[in-house]
């Protein structure tokens, strides 16, 4: 009479707070993706005549985000099917789940890039605001870049190189200690994104605050201006600023979740900003349609207000609805 004996198999680790992370991460990654999907339609329904650079910018943030999401879902294969009741495959990290961050770096750089445009429209071309925040956005590529580079060539940060790092299977992965061998860039890249963000929303709100007329309907559209100035650099800046908590504080990969999403932040901020332009121009009244320096409205008052903050307006609204010579911009009408 033959016996059966338990197959003899590694014991398998908690994965909730590591791989289960990492898998509600690639889920709700996902819907943020569709939310670019649908944001990308709505922006090419009214787009308008909007300069050819923004419609190929809205088809670069569109084209890398759907590479971000391509390399999450390899990731979510890699551990979850193909090394389906191997934990071992979970002791070594795969390329595709270091590669995001190259994408992740580059649609923050868009978009940081974007917003000191907008900084440098409102500032009447003040190099010494716009410089440095363009500075503050190339370190944050490049250290973001630094990262994942440092992950496949470091000769000291191979997998196979940092297995003595970890204690067994059940209680550390040496992917993790990759991560934390790399600790210096990775707080590095979040804190720069941090002080990036911040620092452009901020500039950003102050001009717009300092550029009130005391007109209710002015007034109104520089406040909805401000408001999507603020949100736009404080979602990122909440998501960099937890993602640095978790990873400095915790070993297992909850930091994971914010950092995955950081790419859908700001792909999704910057187009909502685009797609609010109706609202915001709706927010001014119909009037703010007309930038000259000589058309008046019979029975309408002339006022003048700061030049920077009618070409920082002017891109909120519907180019097909902007009327008037852009070659003298001194004063709004209503």
């Known amino acids: 009479m033959c016996s059966t004996h338990p197959l003899d198999l590694p014991p398998v680790p908690n994965l909730g707070p590591t791989f289960g992370t990492a898998y509600i991460s690639i889920v709700v990654s996902a819907m943020f993706y569709g939310v670019t999907c649908l944001q990308t339609f709505i922006y090419f329904m009214n787009a308008g005549k909007d300069p050819i650079w923004i419609k ?109 790092l970890t204690v067994h299977l059940t209680s550390s992965f040496s992917s993790l200690a990759v991560y934390h061998l790399l600790q210096p860039t990775a707080i590095s890249g979040f804190i720069i994104g941090s002080v990036t963000d911040v620092y452009i929303s901020g500039t950003l709100a102050y001009f717009l605050w300092s550029s009130r007329t005391g007109f209710k309907r002015s007034n109104d559209m520089i406040y909805r201006l401000i408001q999507y100035a603020i949100t736009t650099g404080l979602l990122t800046t909440v998501d960099n600023i937890i993602s640095l908590v978790l990873y400095v504080v915790r070993t297992d990969l909850y930091y994971m979740f914010f950092s995955f999403m950081m790419a859908k932040l700001y792909i999704n901020s910057f187009l909502a900003t685009l797609n609010s332009r109706r609202s915001i121009r709706e927010a001014g009244g119909t009037e703010m349609i007309s930038i000259t320096g000589s058309q008046s409205v019979p029975g309408s008052t002339t006022i003048r207000v700061q030049v920077s903050t009618m070409k920082f307006a002017d891109s909120f609204k519907e180019p097909d609805k902007v009327e008037g010579s852009m070659q003298d911009k001194s004063s709004l009408v209503y």
């Open 56 to 164: 190929l910018l809205v088809i670069a943030t569109l084209l890398i985000d759907t590479l971000h999401e391509a390399l999450l879902i390899h990731v979510g294969y890699y551990y979850f099917i193909q090394n389906f009741f191997n934990p071992i495959a979970l002791d070594s990290g795969v390329w595709s789940i270091i590669s995001q961050i190259f994408i992740s770096g580059t649609a923050a750089f868009l978009v940081e890039s974007f917003m000191v445009w907008h900084l440098y429209q409102l500032s009447n071309h003040n190099y010494l605001l716009t410089i440095p925040a363009m500075i503050l956005a190339m370190a944050h590529l490049g250290v973001d870049f630094a990262w994942p580079i440092q992950a496949f060539l470091g000769p000291d940060l191979s997998f196979t190189r940092v297995k003595g």
